[in-house]
């Protein structure tokens, strides 16, 4: 990969956060009930197999009304506009297994 140039920080965080954007458009939108989640945790969710997103912004909600504040801090990543959690983490293995449970039971 080529050495990237920024004439400021600030063009630093824009590039990340296009590019964590364009990753996330490659996510699932869901929302809280779809895992299993009080529906207050979270209106515009973001997963893949691995991963639960949301903007950090509105992760306030999800750690609050969806027990999120018991997400071991290994499997939360900060980065740019938005926060990661991961499946390593029992909690968000529940949401990500209860949504693809939910996913294959309407596909039945």
């Known amino acids: 990969?080529?050495?990237?140039?920024?004439?400021?920080i600030s063009d630093l965080i824009d590039?990340?956060?296009?590019?964590?954007?364009?990753?996330?458009?490659?996510?699932?939108?869901?929302n809280a009930k779809d895992l299993g989640l009080d529906r207050r945790a979270g209106h515009s969710l973001y997963i893949?197999?691995?991963?639960?997103?949301?903007?950090k912004i509105n992760d306030n909600s999800l750690r609050y009304y969806g027990?999120?504040?018991?997400?071991?801090k290994s499997c939360r990543i900060e980065m740019g506009d938005w926060v990661f959690y991961l499946n390593?983490?029992?909690?968000?293995?529940?949401?990500?297994?209860?949504?693809?449970?939910?996913?294959e039971e309407k596909n039945v």
């Not at 390593?88 to 939910?102: G, I, M």
Request: hydrophobic share 35%; glycine share 2%; with cysteine.
């Open 1 to 8: 990969m080529d050495e990237l140039e920024f004439d400021s």
């Open 15 to 30: 590039s990340i956060n296009e590019r964590i954007n364009s990753f996330i458009d490659k996510m699932a939108e869901v």
């Open 48 to 55: 893949d197999d691995t991963t639960i997103a949301v903007r």
């Open 67 to 72: 027990g999120f504040e018991y997400v071991d």
């Open 88 to 103: 390593e983490d029992n909690r968000v293995e529940e949401c990500l297994l209860h949504y693809n449970e939910e996913k």
